[in-house]
């Protein structure tokens, strides 16, 4: 019998985790014969609407599932943990601007950050789902200095998907047969669907689409299709969701042969500025995921991919302070001449609520 691999899920009495943690259970994301532990955090409002999920859970009697723990503490949500699917985050409120979101919700990711750094195995992998999704990875991966940068990524193998599935159906193709999608930047409305390399057997998607259907059509239907849901369903995308959410785990933890999207730390390819979580099309083995090198572009590629880009540029300055306090802490220190670990906690509570007023 295999030792049982720890998996942690915020957010978990949330409407994605109700998905995502029965069919985690039920062996979808690591295989029939892996046995589980699993984790799940949510905020002390939630932990009564949590323990009806556990109650479910026992119910199902996976033979799988070795322990449950629901808890509110951070650092024991992530104590040893392998693997995060980090979900909950705090939603838009009325008049709410995406700035306030983005600070809002550095609070909830530098938390977590840290108690991964802390508290968690230093193989872990983790995808971050909970919106803002780019730019929460960020502030998580910074707020772990011990782990390497790698090991955080962030979910746009939902767009990926349903780029996948548009295609298919238009050219009625099985889905299967439709390769090298490629979703780049971020996930929001300035993502770009890109089809240029993209083959459905061995024809090249622009051999069975026209361009006018993929300007016109497939970018803006990826692009809009949250919202598409909710108006369809008065609530936003869950099933869909948590399944992306395992299939990129997976393809990540055991490898792929297919291309597939996922936002990582920009190392620069493709003239992405450096240091921002862009989603980049990836080949991953052996644990790892690679950024697919040398594609060629063309000009209307590149400009979509650098509206982008400003775009998580822009995310990123709105919680620049935050950043530069991580990266720097020593400096609030020395200039409210105060240098203890208690001082420094402060003094990062109050840059995180002075950015939230
Ligand atoms: P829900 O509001 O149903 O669930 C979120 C849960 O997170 C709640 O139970 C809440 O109590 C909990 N939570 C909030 N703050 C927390 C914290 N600090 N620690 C632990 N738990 C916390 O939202 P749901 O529909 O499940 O969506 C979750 C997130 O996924 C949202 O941010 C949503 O925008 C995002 N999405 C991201 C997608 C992607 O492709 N990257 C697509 C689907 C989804 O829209």
């Known amino acids: 019998m ?3 691999a720890r998996i942690t899920i915020t957010g978990a009495a949330g409407q994605i985790s ?11 994301f690591l295989g029939k014969d892996q046995p589980i532990i699993l984790q799940l955090l949510e905020i002390t409002p939630g932990i009564n609407a949590l323990s009806g999920v556990a109650i479910e859970l026992s119910d199902c009697a996976f033979p799988l599932v070795k322990e449950i723990i629901c808890t509110d503490n951070v650092d024991l949500a992530f104590q040893n943990s392998e693997y995060a699917f980090l979900v909950g985050a705090r939603p838009r409120g009325p008049g709410m601007e995406r700035k306030d979101l983005l600070q809002a919700n550095a609070a909830i990711f530098s938390e977590q950050g840290k108690a991964i750094n802390n508290s968690a195995s230093k193989s872990i992998k983790v995808i971050v789902v909970g919106n803002p999704a780019n730019t929460n990875a960020l502030i998580a991966l910074k707020n772990a200095p011990d782990i390497d940068p790698s090991q955080f ?21 099985p889905v299967s047969s439709v390769e090298n999608i490629i979703i780049w930047g971020n996930h929001s409305a300035t993502q770009y669907p890109d089809l240029h390399h993209t083959m459905i057997g061995e024809k090249s998607a622009f051999d069975m689409i026209n361009n006018d259907w993929y300007k016109n059509e497939l970018i803006p239907c990826v692009q809009q299709r949250g919202a598409e849901i909710i108006k369809a369903r008065g609530a936003s995308s869950a099933a869909s969701a948590a399944n992306a959410a395992i299939n990129h785990m997976r393809d990540w ?29 990836c080949r991953c083995s052996n644990g790892r995921w690679d950024i697919i090198q040398d594609l060629a572009l063309n000009d209307f590629s590149k400009e979509k991919m650098k509206d982008s880009e400003r775009e998580l540029l822009e995310e990123k300055e709105a919680i620049r302070e935050l950043l530069e306090w991580i990266e720097s802490p020593s400096k609030v220190s020395t200039l409210s001449g105060r240098g203890d670990a208690k001082h420094l906690e402060n003094a990062w509570f109050d840059a995180v609520n002075a950015l939230l007023r």
């Open 18 to 28: 109700y998905s995502l943690i029965f069919r985690i259970a039920s062996g979808e």
């Open 253 to 281: 933890a055991l490898g792929t042969d297919n291309w597939v999207s996922m936002g990582v730390l920009s190392d620069g390819s493709y003239g992405v500025a450096k240091d921002i979580i862009y989603s980049f099309p």
């Open 153 to 173: 990524t962030a979910m746009t193998r939902l767009d990926h998907n349903r780029a996948q599935s548009q295609v298919a159906d238009k050219t009625g193709s």
């Open 2 to 4: 295999k030792k049982a």
